[in-house]
């Protein structure tokens, strides 16, 4: 059986493991863990641990895919007044209000409000595109999206959008890059 002040060496363990005990706690813990095999086994435990935290800080996202995703953060609230916002109607059943834009990434934001049945031009994408539906539905080449869905295009894809039928669509889209449509 242990004693007293062995257990209290023994919970040095995880100190030991980070690195964070003083000299002198140093070397008495490793005087300590010569002799004992379970210092020695929950040691090895926690470095363990700590090897795969460290791995977990090596898989950071993308610092591209990082800023797409804080720029679709803000989005406006789903419920907010849209009779209250001038809007721009470049095809009929879709309206277009530019919320943000950014020239020095070419990024452009837009809130979209479109009609049942309504349709965005085939086109191609010069960067990615980020669509997060807001409200209603929505439908491109590859599915369909409802609310709180994102619909991601890469670069050099080409797609069009078309609102589904029952409720108005309204879109937060943020786009980076040239947007160019098909002719006719």
């Known amino acids: 059986m242990k004693g007293l002040a062995d257990v209290v060496v023994c919970e040095l363990a995880e100190a030991y493991a980070l690195g964070a005990l003083e000299a002198d706690d140093r070397s008495a813990f490793e005087a300590h863990l010569s002799a004992c095999d379970g210092c020695r086994r929950g040691v090895a435990q926690h470095e363990a641990v700590l ?4 791995a977990l800080t090596a898989a950071l996202p993308d ?21 209250a916002l001038s809007w ?18 070419g990024m452009r934001a837009c809130l979209v409000w479109a009609r049942p049945g309504a349709r965005n031009p085939r086109h191609r994408h010069g960067g990615a595109e980020n ?3 807001l409200r209603g539905a929505l439908r ?9 869905e994102v619909c991601r295009s890469r670069a050099g894809s080409t797609h069009s959008e078309e609102a589904l039928p029952g ?3 309204v879109c937060y889209v943020v786009y980076y890059g040239p947007l160019e449509y098909d002719a006719g």
């Open 51 to 54: 090897g795969r935290l460290a």
């Open 167 to 169: 409720d108005d669509c």
């Open 88 to 105: 721009d109607e470049p095809v009929p059943g879709v309206r277009i209000r530019v919320m943000k834009e950014d020239a020095a990434r």
């Open 63 to 83: 610092p591209a895919l990082r800023q797409q995703t804080l720029d679709l953060a803000e989005a406006p609230e789903p419920s907010m007044d849209l009779s």
């Open 140 to 148: 491109d080449d590859r599915g369909d999206y409802g609310p709180g």
């Open 131 to 133: 669509i997060l539906v």
